[in-house]
């Protein structure tokens, strides 16, 4: 079975959370090629980067498996997050995007099988 995603906007609220950025930066898009890249430390950085694509990285589905706006497609961000200094693995950082998604965009996932 698929799993599908339906994803409602909210106000964010604050949460605690144990996989956390320790800072982020999220503005509106200045252009250029779409990218993500985690580098050591925990850090991320996705430039010209969709909140559907952010999506798709943190929960490792398709687009056909994600519902929401329209604007999640089109609009674009540039994000940096510092995390700690130590490596994490793909899984902690997909986490930590999760987290970062839930805190600065109010993302909530209900998850169907």
């Known amino acids: 079975m698929k799993k599908r995603l339906f994803v409602s906007m909210v106000l964010a609220a604050s949460f605690g959370f144990a996989q956390t950025f320790e800072v982020a930066a999220i503005h509106p898009a200045a ?10 430390g925990g850090t991320l950085s ?47 950082m997909a986490l930590k995007i999760r987290n970062l998604l839930a805190e600065r965009f109010g993302l909530k996932v209900h998850e169907e099988s």
């Open 46 to 92: 996705a430039t010209n980067t969709s909140l559907q694509t952010l999506i798709r990285v943190a929960y490792r589905v398709g687009v056909p498996q994600i519902s929401g706006p329209a604007w999640m497609a089109g609009t674009r961000f540039d994000i940096t997050a510092k995390g700690s200094l130590e490596d994490v693995s793909l899984a902690v």
């Open 31 to 40: 252009g250029g090629t779409p990218l993500i890249k985690a580098t050591g």
